[in-house]
């Protein structure tokens, strides 16, 4: 019997575009760096292979022949919780908020440079496995366990108290670890479905929310999104970029 341990899988990756030479490009690049690709053309095709052959990751043009890119967020968040990074050519907010609003992680603007979205896949894979429900309610994203029940977050070794909408505020965004969550889909979760515009709330709340979080602002577990909203992240290890 050998005692070789197994080499593990390499990450799947599926690039959903109908340009033949951005797919290519996209997954030559990914390929490259070890990563296992499957492409798609279509919204139906990228839809079945994901239920087919869970890819780890997606990487999804929102201008596609068959389905907008934001339906097919839409179809694919009703079975599977795979991170979507999507690529937007219309560098329009709203659209970015839209598809941020039916489920993908992240979005990346064309034209788009590849070390900028590769830096995005990976900490959209990192976000993925570092985050999620420890046990009895605890959610965990990194070095963040934040306990549901009992209302107590730790950073690392230390215990921070939080006030009531604050915690509200960061217990929704470690649900979705890496995930960008809207101004508006925020506002309505810890404020109320008749808010939805008030931003500047969000802006002070985040910023007591940084003060208690963080102590190194070049490497952030809470991170802005201008004029779309906020994630919640583990820490980067520079060592493994």
């Known amino acids: 019997m050998s005692n070789v341990a197994a080499a593990p899988d390499p990450t799947h990756v599926l690039v959903v ?13 990914l390929m490259a760096r070890g990563y296992r690709v499957t492409q798609a053309v279509d919204g ?4 079945d292979s994901v239920a ?25 968040r009703t079975f599977s919780n795979v991170p979507i990074i999507v690529l937007s050519a219309d560098g329009l907010d709203l ?4 598809a941020l609003d039916e489920g993908a992680n992240d979005y990346v603007t064309k034209p788009y440079s590849t070390p900028e979205l590769l830096a995005r896949l990976r900490a ?17 994203v990194g070095d963040l366990r934040i306990d549901l029940a009992r209302r107590i977050v730790n ?8 006030t009531p909408k604050e915690f509200a505020f960061l217990a929704m965004l470690a649900r979705y670890p890496g995930r960008v969550l809207t101004h ?3 506002l309505q979760e810890v ?16 910023g007591q929310i940084r003060k208690k979080l963080e102590d190194d602002m070049r490497n952030p577990r809470l991170v802005t999104d201008l004029g779309v909203g906020y994630r919640l992240q583990p820490r980067r290890d520079p060592a493994n970029e």
Not at 95 to 98: A, F, G, L, Q, T
Not at 124 to 140: E, I, M, Y
Request: proline fraction near 6%; glycine fraction near 8%; charged fraction near 30%.
């Open 124 to 140: 959209v894979l990192r976000s993925a496995a570092a985050g999620g429900f420890a046990a009895d309610g605890v959610l965990v």
């Open 155 to 162: 950073v690392g070794e230390r215990t921070v108290d939080f």
């Open 17 to 29: 575009d109908d340009e033949p030479a951005i797919r290519r490009a996209l997954a030559s690049a």
């Open 44 to 47: 139906k095709s990228a839809i």
């Open 95 to 98: 659209r970015k908020v839209e």
């Open 191 to 206: 404020w109320g479905p008749s808010y939805g515009t008030e931003t500047q709330y969000l802006r002070v709340y985040a």
């Open 52 to 76: 087919s052959d869970p890819p780890d990751a997606i990487v999804l043009d929102l201008r596609l022949p068959d389905i907008d890119g934001i339906e097919v967020c839409r179809r694919m």
């Open 184 to 186: 508006s889909a925020i």
